[in-house]
């Protein structure tokens, strides 16, 4: 826009505009008339300097959180955010709206009772079992001592966490009928995405070893037992420990959850090698079995004070996710007790490295871990390509691996998502060396 200005002297003048745009503005210049001269030179018509209220203000991307240009585009073709779940319906869980948490949620362990209201907005849900151990008050709890584990004293084994639980017997076939009735007791008018199996294929947390205890057969033993609840789509717990993946062999495990994933508790906000590896690895393989890989961090320390916790986790998880099955599930404490994070909107497609078989693949030569992704987005949004890199060495640094390629860092701010918090891709330039347990997500 430009405008014309006729003076008969010297002085100040002030320009009034409006549009509908901008509303009105004001503008002052000097106008100088040129001293006469033989040829007189004509003046240059001015041209009001430009401000912010004369440039018309682009409609802003009506994405509530991460800071993005106001003049992109989103690309309604890219998932909206990565795979999330979060625990619902119990006591201290979010009381947010069920179509308010559908934006954000893919699942959720949640009660029968709410099962109907998370269904009905497209949210997938999954019920929490556990016949690996029972005690008195629980749905499976037997007077079937076949059912039991036993020391070699014929004694039924105590677990350690909670008084009076029992090891259960997974080569007991009663007990494969006991959790069997159960599920169908807990499906009745209520249809479940996937059973969640919890303590499987483990005798961690007990008082005694199991009589002529075989590693390999109570793993065959387990197999079974899921096996024998077919068709119920299992989700089994434990890919935290190495080999547990074994338990995808029966055909109705859609899934297995790896516990303290990348942030394993609030006195351990970042897990460190050689367990940090074992879970990296376990996101790499469930996604090459074709299984979900369900990523649960236990630290339960408030969002808005985890930023460096997060970030790690998040660089972490990004680099070796597979977008349509690896599950983000954190534990991080927000006021509206709605555990998801704004950065789940980073969502980073078309890896330069296909996914290796082992997170050794990933091992770059300064010693850090990285892997480079051609397309990224937030909340839809295309924002160039962006590389993750994860340092997990307890106690040694290792200098940044990709020079001066990336000009900018993700930044994250605030709480949960529902909770104001928002994310970056404009934030400082990368650092030249990552400490021991340091990460950074990188943009050009």
């Excluded at 405008?3 to 002030?14: D, E, I, L, P, R």
């Excluded at 499906?187 to 479940?192: A, D, E, F, Q, V």
């Excluded at 989700?235 to 993946?245: C, D, K």
Aim: aromatic share 8%; charged share 10%; net charge negative.
């Amino acid at each position: 826009m430009q405008y014309t200005v006729t003076a008969k002297q010297s002085g100040n003048c002030t320009i009034t505009t409006s549009d509908t745009h901008n509303g009105s503005a004001q503008v002052t210049i000097n106008v100088t008339l040129p001293t006469p001269t033989p040829v007189p030179t004509p003046t240059p018509t001015p041209v009001p300097t430009a401000t912010p209220a004369l440039t018309p203000t682009p409609t802003p991307v009506p994405t509530p959180t991460p800071t993005l240009s106001a003049s992109a585009t989103p690309d309604l073709s890219v998932p909206r955010h990565v795979l999330t779940a979060d625990y619902t319906g119990r006591s201290g869980d979010t009381s947010a709206s069920a179509s308010q948490l559908a934006q954000w949620l893919t699942w959720t362990e949640t009660s029968w009772q709410a099962n109907p209201t998370y269904k009905a907005v497209g949210i997938k849900v999954m019920y929490y079992t556990n016949p690996n151990r029972t005690q008195p008050g629980d749905g499976m709890n037997t007077t079937d001592e076949s059912t039991y584990a036993h020391d070699c004293s014929g004694a039924r084994i105590l677990g350690t966490t909670y008084a009076n639980q029992y090891l259960m017997d997974p080569s007991s076939p009663n007990m494969a009928t006991v959790w069997k009735n159960y599920i169908a007791s807990r499906t009745s008018g209520r249809p479940w995405d996937a059973m969640f199996e919890d303590d499987a294929n483990s005798i961690v947390g007990v008082t005694a070893t199991p009589c002529n205890y075989s590693a390999s057969d109570w793993l065959a033993a387990s197999q079974a037992e899921i096996t024998a609840q077919s068709p119920t789509a299992i989700v089994y717990n434990g890919l935290q420990r190495t080999g547990q993946i074994a338990l995808n062999q029966p055909s109705n495990v859609v899934g297995g959850m790896g516990e303290g994933c990348y942030a394993d508790a609030v006195s351990s906000p970042k897990i460190w090698a050689p367990f940090w590896n074992t879970l990296e690895n376990a996101e790499l393989q469930m996604a090459q079995q074709n299984k979900l890989f369900m990523c649960l961090g236990r630290d339960t320390t408030s969002a808005a004070s985890s930023i460096d916790g997060r970030l790690y986790t998040y660089a972490s998880f990004l680099l070796t996710y597979t977008p349509a099955s690896s599950i983000l599930w954190e534990g991080y404490g927000t006021p509206s007790a709605f555990r998801v994070e704004p950065e789940i909107q980073l969502v980073a497609l078309n890896p330069l490295v296909p996914s290796p078989g082992d997170v050794s693949g990933l091992l770059l030569s300064t010693g850090v871990y990285g892997r480079e992704y051609a397309n990224c987005y937030i909340a839809q949004v295309p924002v160039g390509p962006c590389a993750t890199v994860v340092n997990p060495d307890h106690s040694v640094s290792h200098a940044y691996p990709y020079g001066t390629k990336y000009t900018h860092t993700l930044t994250i701010s605030g709480s949960g998502i529902i909770d104001g918090g928002s994310i970056s891709s404009a934030g400082p330039p990368p650092p030249q060396t990552l400490p021991p347990l340091g990460s950074t997500i990188v943009f050009q």
